[in-house]
């Protein structure tokens, strides 16, 4: 005679606390998995600094000079926003290094004239001068090489490439210091599909230094010359960071604009991205804007030292704090202080 076994399968109960144990397994994993993918961002990001900063050395070697922080001409024409002599081309720093990062396929469909010193190339998001955009921003029908996405331009805690801003993208930002004063060019294309939404993005910038003669109430009446490697027009040699290349910032990271938990208003691009001033430190992320020196990474925003190097520096570092004044002193290339690094958390 045969007999039928019977077969018992799980209860509700048994099986809502096999999915409980699950649930609470998956919540213990997860952050461990963030985690590793922000490590891995972070690495990530670093070695794009390495390559730009091996990329700039290499163009030194091969120029005799780092490449400008941004190149402006009295002889470019005017544009909507910019009178003659500083009307163009706004070629941004991370642009002059395009071949020296494999990126020559890109840089060979620029027109010569916008790497040119005294150039006579107009504004380069704004030439032709007919406005071939119909938002209002005049922009030109400028060449789509420039939506290329560098992916050693971008920060992959970011994905700037794919972010929406409220405001604009920059095609032009530069913050500086110029003897007897300090200012910036800076403007941006709205965010608009064909004409600015698609530009290439890009996280890093160019170190301006120290501002000397910005107003006192916003360096802590910082009063020594804190010149970084690239101003507009530069030609700076190795040889002039006296410092020492392993004490000076050569490239940082920024967002362009504001960081979470505040809407995203700004974001730069490579074509555009020329130089940054240090003077507003790194705030904490609910304050910072377009002007400052910023991530996505937990807790730092990474720089560059002028020797390949790359360090991370903590956020908080205002003109409140211990370390401002050797966060300044690191973004000088010839102040001549020793930089005291315990003042970093």
Request: aromatic share 12%.
């Amino acid at each position: 005679m045969m007999r039928r076994i019977g077969r018992r399968g799980f209860t509700l109960i048994e099986l809502l606390v096999v999915i409980a144990i699950i649930a609470v397994l998956v919540g213990l994993l997860l952050p461990a998995v963030q985690k590793v993918r922000e490590a891995a961002a972070r690495m990530s990001c670093q070695n794009n600094l390495k390559q730009i900063t091996l990329a700039a050395m290499n163009f030194e070697s091969t120029n005799s000079c780092l490449p400008p922080g941004g190149l402006v001409s009295p002889n470019s024409p005017a544009n909507p926003w910019e009178p003659v002599p500083t009307a163009g081309p706004f070629t941004g720093c991370l642009a002059f290094l395009l071949p020296y990062i494999e990126q020559n396929n890109v840089y060979n469909q620029l027109s010569p004239l916008l790497f040119q010193f005294n150039t006579t190339a107009g504004a380069w998001a704004y030439f032709p001068p007919t406005p071939a955009s119909t938002d209002g921003n005049l922009t030109g029908n400028y060449n789509k090489v420039i939506n290329a996405n560098i992916k050693t331009y971008v920060c992959p805690s970011d994905n700037a490439q794919a972010t929406q801003v409220t405001a604009g993208v920059w095609d032009m930002l530069m913050v500086f210091y110029n003897a007897p004063g300090w200012g910036w060019f800076a403007d941006y294309v709205y965010n608009t599909p064909g004409f600015g939404a698609e530009m290439g993005a890009a996280n890093y910038i160019a170190n301006g230094g120290d501002v000397l003669d910005a107003p006192a109430s916003w360096d802590n009446q910082f009063a020594t010359n804190c010149a970084g490697p690239f101003e507009k027009n530069s030609k700076t040699k190795m040889t002039t960071i006296t410092d020492g290349t392993s004490n000076t910032f050569c490239f940082g990271e920024t967002l362009g604009g504001a960081a979470p938990p505040n809407a995203r208003d700004f974001k730069l691009t490579w074509m555009g991205s020329m130089a940054m001033w240090t003077n507003w430190g790194i705030p904490a992320d609910s304050k910072i804007t377009w002007y400052m020196f910023s991530s996505k990474h937990s807790g730092i925003v990474q720089f560059s030292m002028c020797d390949g190097s790359v360090r991370g520096i903590a956020k908080g570092v205002t003109n409140a704090s211990a370390g401002y004044y050797a966060f300044q002193e690191l973004a000088g290339m010839a102040d001549g202080y020793v930089i005291d690094y315990t003042q970093f958390n």
